[in-house]
């Protein structure tokens, strides 16, 4: 059975603040998916990253990195210099290689203040 | 357009009233998919859609109808909701179904049964 843990449920820093967002799957496959969404208060979910399993780069994207380690399953998420604009609800997300099922993690509720 | 569009963004309904909600995209995209999501939790899929044809229901109660007009509109037609059934519905989008790639989502209709 496919599973995703994020262990926090809130995360409140200051702005400036790094920030890392932690994310566990669990998977017997070899080919999987793995996912970041962002939720804004306005509720649509916003595509951040999408990484294959058998892709393990480390990622950057301004102010975004990704940490995927097949040896730990995790892909974690790290956002430096935090803004108050980050402040939402992120969610890391797990898909097969065949369906487009994507098995959400709890979220975790990351509040900015300035 | 990368944009997946959700109409109404609010509604309020009866136990006893039909309403419809409404997904647009334009995108090309052939799988469509609708999501649930209750407060502070993660998305749950509802139904899959690929090639304007029903792929997957995730044992979705009958009050909830899904139809796929044509490739570029999704509906969800309820019928005789519970109030338990208040929640954001999301409606997202992805290029293929069999392969596994990134879904849009729309801002989502937050639905409140009284």
């Known amino acids: 059975a496919q599973k995703v843990t994020q262990a926090q449920t809130e995360i409140s820093v200051v702005e400036k603040e790094d920030v890392t967002l932690d994310c566990v799957y669990e998977?017997?496959?070899?080919?999987?998916?793995l996912f970041w969404y962002k939720q804004p208060p306005s509720g649509e979910l916003v595509f951040l990253i999408r990484?294959?399993?058998?892709?393990?780069q480390n990622e950057i994207s301004g102010r975004y990195s990704w940490n995927f380690q097949k040896s730990t399953s995790s892909f974690n998420f790290t956002i430096t210099a935090s803004q108050v604009v980050d402040s939402a609800v992120y969610f890391c997300a797990l898909g097969m290689e065949y369906g487009n099922k994507l098995v959400f993690g709890a979220g975790t509720i990351l509040r900015v203040k300035s | 357009d990368t944009e997946v569009t959700q109409t109404p963004k609010h509604l309020v309904m009866g136990m006893t009233n039909k309403k419809s909600l409404k997904c647009e995209q334009h995108?090309?995209?052939?799988?469509m998919y609708w999501y649930k999501q209750k407060a502070k939790k993660p998305p749950e899929l509802m139904f899959v859609?690929?090639?304007?044809?029903?792929?997957i229901n995730e044992s979705v109660p009958s009050r909830f109808s899904p139809e796929c007009p044509n490739s570029s509109l999704l509906n969800l037609h309820l019928h005789a909701l519970q109030p338990e059934d208040s929640a954001l519905y999301l409606c997202a989008s992805s290029q293929f179904r069999e392969v596994n790639t990134e879904a849009f989502f729309g801002q989502g209709t937050r639905l409140t049964v009284v």
């Open positions: 859609y690929s090639y304007e044809k029903l792929s």
């Open positions: 998977t017997r496959d070899t080919t999987y998916y």
């Open positions: 990484r294959n399993s058998f892709d393990e």
């Open positions: 995108m090309g995209h052939r799988a």
